[in-house]
């Protein structure tokens, strides 16, 4: 077959041309899907980490566009119809791939890069030029059969022709070039797509507008001697099938590799983000796998466990024990190794519960470790070395105040009994004073010494009072010796309760209160001490009547039947002074008042209430306070009906 660029013959001779149009679709579809494998390879490219792996992607992506733009070429010879049979020369139609596999490697490279500006264009034009070669290379395979076959080719459709293939490949790169750097999965595979279906119409439209510069023309009879011809009609199948096959799997491959690659990612990423969680512990952390091997372990563990030699994974734990044992590093196990190793061993292999290990330098460490079912063990060592040592500290600072608490609890319980077993020595010289005092009263009024009983009135007033805070004094002591005893009786309540009013009677008038007692008819015996009975009462109505001036003090007696036994309850409520918060928390301390003005201002010792108290305990009942200040104070006390021994 002869070819010749055209030579100014009448189109009009030359043979008429037809397409077969499912040969075109197909032809089409061929090198979009070639485009599209061949893209996608060139991601593959991109993300390669080592030059052997570059270099197999850049093959496999070539051969296969190269591939696909050689078998769109050739299916699309194949829908070309002409009036005459033709064949295809062998060794030209291999050549005809050599450029366009050529020019796809190039491209695939140049498109790789981080970096390719004006390369595109380069790579755009060898693209262009290299399917161009290909396919007038392809052309020169092109033979008659029973006559010879003439092409002849109009030089401005086929620099057309060039320009088209090398245009649309361009734009199909940039495309391309410019999805890659945004990185958006939904975006990245349309515009792949598209760049794909750009790219396979510059093919296409490069073969097509090709074919539009070429004109047929048959030649003489005599046909050309050919020594190898393809045959037509396996030709379809063999190519649409080996070249779909070959996109199809650089498509899956790919893919599997691009998840393969994005799995490894994120599994180093997994890693790396374990790795710098465990070493941001600040305690030691290990794990231990089935076989108790070390699997992984930070900083800390290694400081911790310094035994002298490199702890890396793979290593026993048997083994790291026996260097941190041999080693001095744990002084619980210092003269007896072997028997500390065997109980280690069995107690790491069963762990239950924290335990604490003596290091070397005084250092103690809390060991916490949990078998993981089907994983192995994890291990967490914490210096807990401060905290040991305030610990023991504090053992000691309790030891020593317990003995202080002894030796003070062993004084003041003989102080306590001192005063106890002084209160006759104590009250004998004051009842003496006393009675003394009183007698020598009576006389100097009957003598008419004004003067002396004056005297003797103050000697007697101040006895008296001494008295009482002696006594209230001995009471308390008393009660805190274990020596004060219930004396129990029947008492016929209401006589009680006239002779306190009578004796705080004075206490009421010199502050001009008024007393209202309350207390029903029908009121059955109490059996109780009648002593402390009175004391309580006279203490809380004296308190009453001492700060409460020109008001009302109300004293009531009421039965509360309750299921097991009868309650009998004293209320003393008042209109004096009243207390804060704060003064109701300590009023039945010792030694206390509201605060140190009372004291001067109303006297007394600050125990009456303490007693008080005291005396209700015994008595198996209970006090209870409502105050406020300026408003008056309400005393309530419980006591049982029945008081038993």
């Known amino acids: 077959m002869n070819h010749y660029f055209y030579d100014g013959r009448n189109p009009g001779d030359a043979l008429e041309t037809r397409y077969d149009a499912g040969l075109v679709v197909l032809s089409i579809a061929i090198v979009i899907l070639a485009s599209y494998a061949a893209l996608s390879v060139a991601g593959r490219i991109r993300a390669a980490d080592s030059g052997t792996k570059r270099r197999s992607w850049l093959l496999a992506g070539s051969l296969t566009m190269g591939g696909g733009v050689w078998a769109m070429h050739f299916i699309a010879m194949l829908a070309l119809k002409l009036p005459m049979a033709v064949s295809y020369d062998v060794s030209i139609t291999i050549l005809s791939t050599v450029p366009v596999v050529f020019s796809s490697y190039v491209m695939l490279e140049v498109i790789s890069r981080p970096k390719i500006s004006q390369l595109i264009l380069l790579a755009s034009g060898l693209m262009g030029l290299g399917i161009g070669a290909m396919h007038y290379i392809g052309m020169a395979a092109m033979q008659g059969l029973s006559r010879r076959l003439i092409m002849m080719f109009d030089p401005g459709l086929v620099a057309l022709s060039v320009l088209t293939a090398v245009v649309l490949s361009s734009v199909a790169l940039s495309i391309d070039f410019i999805v890659e750097r945004n990185k958006k999965a939904r975006s990245m595979l349309w515009s792949k797509i598209g760049a794909a279906f750009v790219m396979g119409f510059a093919v296409s439209g490069m073969h097509y507008s090709g074919m539009a510069a070429t004109y047929f023309f048959a030649g003489d009879a005599s046909p050309a001697v050919t020594h190898s011809v393809l045959n037509t009609s396996a030709l379809v199948f063999w190519v649409s099938f080996t070249s779909v096959l070959i996109a199809s799997l650089a498509i899956f491959i790919t893919i599997v590799d691009s998840r393969i690659q994005q799995?490894?990612?994120?599994?180093?990423?997994?890693?790396?983000?374990?790795?710098?969680?465990?070493?941001s512990i600040p305690d030691g952390f290990c794990l231990f796998d089935m076989e108790d091997r070390l699997v992984e372990c930070n900083q800390r563990y290694r400081e911790i466990m310094n035994v002298g030699v490199p702890i890396v994974p793979g290593m026993t734990f048997e083994s790291i024990m026996r260097c941190a044992a041999r080693a001095g590093l744990i002084l619980d196990a210092e003269d007896c190794e072997e028997e500390w190793l065997a109980e280690r061993l069995t107690r790491h292999r069963t762990p239950r519960e924290n335990f604490v290990e003596h290091f070397k330098g005084d250092r103690w460490m809390r060991v916490s470790e949990r078998r993981v079912w089907n994983t192995g063990t994890v291990a967490i060592r914490t210096d807990i070395t401060e905290l040991k040592q305030t610990e023991i500290e504090l053992s000691k600072a309790i030891a020593e105040a317990q003995k202080a608490r002894a030796v003070a609890e062993e004084a003041n319980s003989a102080k306590s009994a001192f005063l106890a077993n002084m209160s006759h020595e104590l009250r004998t010289p004051m009842n003496a004073i006393i009675g003394y005092s009183e007698m020598m009263l009576e006389e100097a009024r009957e003598s008419g010494q004004e003067q002396a009983a004056g005297d003797l009135l103050k000697i007697h007033s101040s006895a008296v009072h001494l008295l009482a805070i002696i006594n209230e004094i001995l009471d308390l002591s008393k009660i805190e010796a274990g020596k004060m005893e219930l004396c129990l009786e029947e008492i016929h309540?209401?006589?009680?309760?006239?002779?306190?009013?009578?004796?705080?009677?004075?206490?009421?008038?010199k502050n001009a209160n008024t007393l209202f007692i309350d207390c029903p008819d029908g009121i059955p015996a109490v059996k109780t001490d009648s002593i402390k009975l009175r004391q309580i009462l006279l203490n809380l109505l004296s308190n009453a009547g001492k700060f409460t001036h020109a008001g009302e003090i109300n004293f009531s007696v009421t039965l509360d039947d309750a299921p097991e036994h009868g309650w009998i309850v004293f209320a003393v409520q008042d209109t004096g002074i009243g207390m804060s918060r704060d003064q109701v928390d300590k009023v039945f301390a010792a030694f206390t008042q509201a605060d140190n003005s009372t004291t001067r201002k109303y006297g007394g010792t600050g125990l009456g209430l303490t007693?008080?108290?005291?005396?209700?305990?015994?008595?198996?009942?209970?006090?209870?306070?409502?105050?406020?200040?300026?408003?008056?104070?309400?005393?309530?006390?419980?006591?049982?009906?029945?008081l038993s021994c």
């Open 263 to 279: 799995a490894t990612l994120e599994e180093a990423v997994s890693r790396f983000r374990m790795r710098e969680a465990i070493e």
């Open 611 to 642: 007693i008080t108290r005291k005396f209700c305990e015994m008595m198996g009942g209970t006090i209870a306070i409502d105050s406020e200040p300026g408003q008056g104070s309400l005393f309530v006390v419980r006591l049982p009906l029945t």
């Open 493 to 509: 309540l209401p006589s009680v309760i006239d002779e306190v009013a009578n004796t705080v009677k004075p206490i009421i008038v």
